[in-house]
């Protein structure tokens, strides 16, 4: 048995897995896909103290680093069931789609996250050539340009007051006939100069020149009138979905959204059991988080283990 099974091979799973070695304990790290989201970036540009570098490389770079130290890596591997240890001194097993099973003392689940996205025709081709999911991130490479972001939630709302600081000008774009966001931010909002809002509005395609974003086509709900936005980026703001479902079963507190709840050491309501990243209520996902997270809860589960 392991003494901490690490369940997800982003940053922070990666971020666990280096803490946990270095204090000599037998540590695994399972992942479907090792790099996580950031595999799916190209310019990372707020990575501390590296002012440049791209997502397969960072990927990459987590991979090797974990690699220096004595631990099993087992890529490829997903997650579908975590049954807890029965008793103070229990191990804890995760099940896998293969049928494998591992057992440990303590496990740190970082299985990170998703954006949600809109489905529509051109939004998979123009990724990272236009469409974008993080503002922080991306919001600089859009300087003095037009983008348009999709949604009206407190997600949206704060990305439309974020970008408009940043780019020339913001069309924000809602479903329904009301935006969702708190009053106080929709009021920041409709203050700013350089911001459009455009409700009842169905985005239907990403339009572009085959290598860049140029428009964006919505319908209009009220008349079914077909519209076209010329802009070069499209923020799209419907939503983090946590990767938790294979959770559901085991008792573990999640919040309203599916995030797992975890205390100040990181630890879950489950003992032994802790979460870091973007799988958790911890605001503003981002690597530099993910990977203090991870640290975090390594350093928790040697704690629990100490003491137990
Ligand atoms: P993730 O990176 O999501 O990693 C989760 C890991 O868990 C993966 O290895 C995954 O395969 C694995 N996993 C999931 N489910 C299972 C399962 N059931 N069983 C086994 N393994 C599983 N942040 C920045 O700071 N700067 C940026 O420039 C930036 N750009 C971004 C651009 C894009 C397009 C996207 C999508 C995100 C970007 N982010 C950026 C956000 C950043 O990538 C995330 O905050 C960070 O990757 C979170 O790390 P994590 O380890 O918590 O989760």
Known sequence: AFD???????????????????KGIRTGVVAERFGG?????????????????????????????????????????R??????????????????ESGA??????VVLATG????????????????KGVAYCPHCDGPLYKGKRVAVIGGGNSGVEAAIDLAGVVAHVTLVEFMTELRADAVLQKKLRSLPNVDIITHAQSTEVNGDGN?????????????????????????????????????????????RGEIVTDAHGMTSIPGVFAAGDVTTVPYKQIV????????????????????
């Open 4 to 22: 901490v099974l690490v369940v997800g091979g982003g940053p922070a799973g990666a971020s666990s897995a280096i803490y946990a070695a270095r």
């Open 37 to 77: 989201q950031v595999l799916d970036t190209m310019s990372i540009e707020n990575f501390i103290s590296v002012p440049h570098t791209e997502g397969p490389k960072l990927a990459a770079a987590l991979e090797e680093h974990v690699k220096e130290y004595d631990v099993d890596i087992m890529n490829l591997q």
């Open 79 to 96: 997650a579908v069931k975590l049954v807890p240890a029965k008793g103070e001194n229990g191990l804890h097993e995760v099940e896998f």
């Open 101 to 106: 099973r591992l057992k440990s003392k303590t």
């Open 113 to 128: 996250a998703r954006w949600r996205e809109m489905n529509v025709p051109g939004e998979q081709e123009y990724r990272n």
């Open 212 to 256: 860049k974003v140029n428009g964006l086509t919505y319908k209009d709900r009220d008349t079914d009138e077909i519209k076209r936005l010329d802009l070069e980026g499209i923020f799209v703001q419907i939503g983090l979905v946590p990767n938790t479902e294979w959770l559901r079963e085991s008792g573990l507190e999640l919040s309203g």
């Open 289 to 308: 988080i993910a990977v203090g997270e991870g640290a975090r809860a390594a350093l928790g589960a040697f704690d629990y283990l100490i003491r137990h």
